[in-house]
């Protein structure tokens, strides 16, 4: 099975429209009806927003494991030990248009930095 076997394969499991799955990894609809169309794959870095978005493991996206074999399937969380707040801010992260997420980016640089300055006192 291909990777965009597995993710609409996924996709039909969760009961994931492609246009809720767009939004939520933050691709168009177009590229990935092209995907299905044209029975390609999504270029490597987009990987890792595609199993935020569908809530797997990259090895699962890669391998197959679990998706192919009807195993037991972990979930994003698991495989990177994501609690309930984590996947809040993950999720309204990736829901944020790009100029948002380069301010919230920003703002962390700052509480770092301010953070830092505060230990030197």
């Known amino acids: 099975m291909t990777i965009s076997e597995r993710i609409f394969k996924v996709l039909k499991e969760k009961n994931m429209t492609q246009m809720e799955f767009a939004k939520r990894a933050g691709f168009s609809n177009s ?13 490597a870095e987009k990987i890792m927003d595609i199993c935020y978005a569908l809530d797997i493991t990259p090895e699962q996206l890669l391998t197959g494991k679990g998706i192919d074999d009807a195993g037991e399937i972990d979930t994003i969380a698991d495989w990177f030990h994501i609690d309930k707040t984590d996947k809040k801010l993950l999720e309204d992260y990736h829901g944020m248009q790009d100029g948002q997420r380069k301010r919230l980016l920003a703002y962390v640089q700052t509480l770092k930095k301010l953070e830092d300055l505060e230990r030197m006192e």
């Open 31 to 43: 590229a990935i009806s092209d995907w299905k169309r044209k029975k390609t794959n999504p270029s």
